[in-house]
T-cell receptor, first 124, second 115 residues
Framework: AQKVTQAQTEISVVEKEDVTLDCVYE???????LFWYKQPPSGELVFLIR??????QNEISGRYSWNFQKSTSSFNFTITASQVVDSAVYFC?????????????????????FGQGTILTVHP | DTAVSQTPKYLVTQMGNDKSIKCEQN?????MYWYKQDSKKFLKIMFS???????INETVPNRFSPKSPDKAHLNLHINSLELGDSAVYFC??????????????FGPGTRLTVT
């Protein structure tokens, strides 16, 4: 079974601090995707990034960066120079990516398994 | 243009009633989903449809019945509402290509309150 763990329930920082949100996952699938979503106070879920299990390259997008390490089953998210607008709940998620997993007995094709979420509060 | 839309945004109703939530996506995606977010913010999948065919049906009470009239629409009907059904329900869509599924885009959510 797939599982995603975000051990940090809540993080509080002051503006301009760097902050890292941890994500650890478990899966028996050989092909999978990892995601991060942001849920601001307004409630919508905003897609941030998708990472393929075959691609361990780190990614940077502006103040956001992601570190994927298959050896430790982790997909951590760092916000550099945090801003008040970064205050939100951040979810890490995992999905079985490949239809071929169905043929191998998988039944959760496309299903997102979410972590518990990390509430990030950035104070001015 | 809103990519994934849901109606209504808020739904307040009494126990025992039947209600529906509608979802539409204009992204041209072939797969749609329903997720439930409880009061502790935990998100869990309920159903998924691919090209109008049910492909994921998690352990959900029979009182919940999804219907997909076409690829762009996925509705959720709930019979005999119970207090425990109070939650935010999110619709999502994604595209499957070459046997792979890609990121899901979510609707704004429907906050259901059962009194």
């Amino acid at each position: 079974a797939q599982k995603v763990t975000q051990a940090q329930t809540e993080i509080s920082v002051v503006e301009k601090e760097d902050v890292t949100l941890d994500c650890v996952y478990e899966t028996r699938d050989t092909t999978y995707y990892l995601f991060w979503y942001k849920q601001p106070p307004s409630g919508e879920l905003v897609f941030l990034i998708r990472r393929n299990s075959f691609d361990e390259q780190n990614e940077i997008s502006g103040r956001y960066s992601w570190n994927f390490q298959k050896s430790t089953s982790s997909f951590n998210f760092t916000i550099t120079a945090s801003q008040v607008v970064d205050s939100a709940v951040y979810f890490c998620a995992l999905s079985e990516a490949y239809l071929g997993e169905i043929n191998a007995g998988g039944t959760s094709y496309g299903k997102l398994t979410f972590g518990q979420g990390t509430i990030l509060t950035v104070h001015p | 243009d809103t990519a994934v839309s849901q109606t209504p945004k808020y739904l307040v109703t009494q126990m025992g009633n039947d209600k529906s939530i509608k979802c539409e996506q204009n992204l041209g995606h072939d797969t749609m989903y329903w997720y439930k977010q409880d009061s502790k913010k935990f998100l869990k999948i309920m159903f998924s449809y691919n090209n109008k065919e049910l492909i994921i049906n998690e352990t959900v009470p029979n009182r919940f019945s999804p219907k997909s009239p076409d690829k762009a629409h996925l509705n959720l009907h709930i019979n005999s509402l119970e207090l425990g059904d109070s939650a935010v329900y999110f619709c999502a869509s994604s595209q499957h290509r070459g046997g792979y599924s890609y990121e899901q885009y979510f609707g704004p959510g429907t906050r259901l309150t059962v009194t």
